[in-house]
């Protein structure tokens, strides 16, 4: 093979592999997903520490993510970048440390702090980067909103077309605006996302088209570099727990992926994954239940996996019944010794307040992760005192409207009078 990287097939007792640019579909011929394999990498834990230390705050790589480049795609020499990965890993202000409770080293990634305000611009800069050497003219995605502003914005970078579908009326209007802006031509349909992924996926195995979506493995390839990147922040350390919320898949697979990738290039990486849904959005939490719970192995929680028709939820970047990769959730919460954890719609927007009152202003399904996390730390599973970190997938902006009601109307306004405000203010 002349790529140093090709894909092969997740499913153990098929493992078909496939040249890069090979397969205008982008699963295997038996459906499964594919995953991106990188043959084993020369270098010791040492070399790679001494690699990326050398490259952390170096202007000839600007985007902390492609810093970790050999680990993402080594077939890529001038990746699309917007400088991605250079967020913010913030220590839990008190008030939020407190209302999760357990006494936990607790640390927040503000992966809304990214070009499109969402985690999502780590993943798509490497499948776009690959969609520009495909040659691809156009590229579609669907979406629960933050996937279409990404590919809209890199697809933008890189001069190619962009098509987005979205659930009419289930994405919020700051997101249609971005991807909108953005240049992307938008495609309503009626349905939930579940169904909009439907004809996204027919779309690429039928018409061949180019997807945005996790399935194209190049993004999962990205999204592991928050792993280095928090690791590398803490001194070549891992965490007890990752905790992320949990829609279509693609953190937790990422997760474990960064993880696995690690303990390849030599390092000791224990972190555990906790997986953490919405109770309108939660199959793969009642399937885990199901399963056995902490006990639950890979083949037993994918015997019962099924997935749900999705209630209502503020957090509708994550309202998703049917995840495309549900089997590599499994397989990564299973092979980090991780679990699942739910969260009922008045915890997860109790824990968006408490992390606004705290400082931090964050999306609803960071609110999920975080309600997650408590709910865990209440039943054991996340033991106290443990070292947190909680991915943040999305800035709080594009997910106004459930909180905002509406400001102006019925609002009191006051005269430009400094003695009556400064009254106000000491009769507060
Ligand atoms: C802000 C935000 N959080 C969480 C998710 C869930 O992502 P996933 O389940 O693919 O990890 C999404 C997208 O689907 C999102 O846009
Ligand atoms: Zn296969």
Not at 108 to 127: A, I, Q
Not at 220 to 233: A, E, N
Not at 309 to 327: D, F, L
Request: charged share 20%; hydrophobic share 40%; aromatic share 10%.
């Amino acid at each position: 093979m002349n790529e140093p990287v090709y894909y092969r097939c997740i499913n153990e007792s098929c493992n078909a592999e496939y040249l890069i640019g090979s397969r205008p579909t982008f699963t295997c011929e038996c459906d499964d997903l594919l995953d991106v394999i990188i043959p084993k990498q020369k270098g010791s834990r040492e070399y790679w520490i001494g690699l990326y230390n050398s490259r952390r705050n170096c202007a000839r790589y600007p985007s902390r993510a492609w810093q970790f480049a050999p680990w993402v795609d080594p077939g890529i020499t001038e990746p699309v970048t917007l400088g991605e990965g250079n967020v913010p890993i913030v220590e839990a202000p008190a008030r939020l440390r407190q209302w999760v409770g357990g006494n936990l080293r607790l640390y927040v990634v503000l992966e809304g702090k990214n070009p499109t305000g969402s985690f999502k611009d780590r993943g798509m800069s490497p499948l776009v980067s690959r969609a520009k050497k495909h040659g691809a003219k156009f590229v579609v995605c669907t979406s629960t909103g933050d996937t279409s502003a990404a590919l809209a914005a890199y697809a933008a970078a890189a001069g190619i077309r962009c098509f987005v579908i979205l659930p009419y009326g289930k994405v919020t209007e700051e997101q249609v605006l971005q991807a909108k802006l953005l240049g992307a031509t938008i495609i309503f349909l009626k349905g939930s996302f579940d169904d909009c992924m439907r004809v996204q996926l027919e779309l690429v195995k039928h018409y061949g088209m180019f997807p945005g979506n996790s399935i194209m493995p190049f993004r999962i390839q990205g999204h592991q570099t928050l792993i280095f990147q928090v690791v590398q922040h803490f001194g070549w350390t891992f965490p007890d727990w990752f905790v992320a919320p949990v829609g279509n898949g693609s953190n937790c697979s990422s997760l474990g992926l960064g993880l696995r990738t690690m303990r390849e290039c030599g390092f000791d990486a224990t972190s555990r994954i906790l997986g953490c849904q919405s109770e309108a959005a939660n199959p793969l939490y009642l399937s885990w239940r199901e399963a056995g719970g902490m006990k639950a192995t890979r083949e037993g929680w994918e015997k019962v996996y099924k997935p749900i028709t999705v209630g209502e939820t503020i957090a509708t970047a994550a309202r998703i019944g049917k995840p495309v990769s549900w089997k590599k959730v499994i397989r990564e919460i299973t092979i980090s010794n991780g679990a699942m954890a739910m969260a009922t719609e008045a915890q997860l927007r109790e824990a968006v307040i408490v992390a606004a009152l705290s400082g931090l202003f964050l999306c609803p399904q960071s609110g999920q992760a975080l309600a997650g996390l408590k709910n865990a730390v209440a039943e054991g599973i996340v033991a106290p005192k443990s070292h947190v970190v909680v991915v943040s997938t999305a800035d709080g902006l594009k997910f106004t409207k459930p909180f905002s009601g509406n400001l102006f109307e019925g609002a009191t306004v006051h005269e430009c009078d400094t003695d009556e405000v400064a009254s106000l203010i000491m009769a507060a």
